[in-house]
């Protein structure tokens, strides 16, 4: 069994999961990058460097973990430019009421495909 399909098992027993499980669940992202959401809900445009000290995780788990919520459109990038010279990446978390339209759509589709699995069983092939 995937570690996603643990997670959704676990959510439907429990009598209140808490946003950061059912966030997890519904995009199949780990604990780790749900706390880095909630982190850049509370510290928007923070840097990697930021985050890894926050959040007490090595700078390259923070990237990874940065790179899967951009991936899930749950966070955004910006390069700024630094007064010394180089660039650094803040990163910001998407509104909480666009992650939770975002799950909700999750959701749905999700829903809508286990609907039409149900529907196919017991079909001739």
Request: proline share 4%; glycine share 8%.
């Amino acid at each position: 069994m995937a570690e996603s399909d643990a997670d959704f098992h676990d959510l439907v027993l429990m009598d209140e999961p808490g946003f950061e499980h059912v966030m997890g669940c519904v995009f199949g992202i780990q604990d780790h990058e749900c706390r880095a959401y909630v982190e850049l809900l509370d510290v928007p445009g923070s840097t990697v460097a930021e985050l890894a000290e926050d959040l007490e995780r090595d700078r390259s788990n923070v990237n990874r973990s940065l790179a899967t919520l951009r991936e899930k459109g749950l966070i955004e990038r910006e390069r700024r430019l630094l007064d010394s010279g180089g660039y650094v990446y803040q990163h910001t978390a998407v509104p909480l009421p666009e992650a939770k339209a975002r799950m909700h759509e999750a959701l749905e589709e999700w829903s809508e495909r286990v609907h039409g699995r149900i529907d196919e069983f017991g079909s001739p092939a």
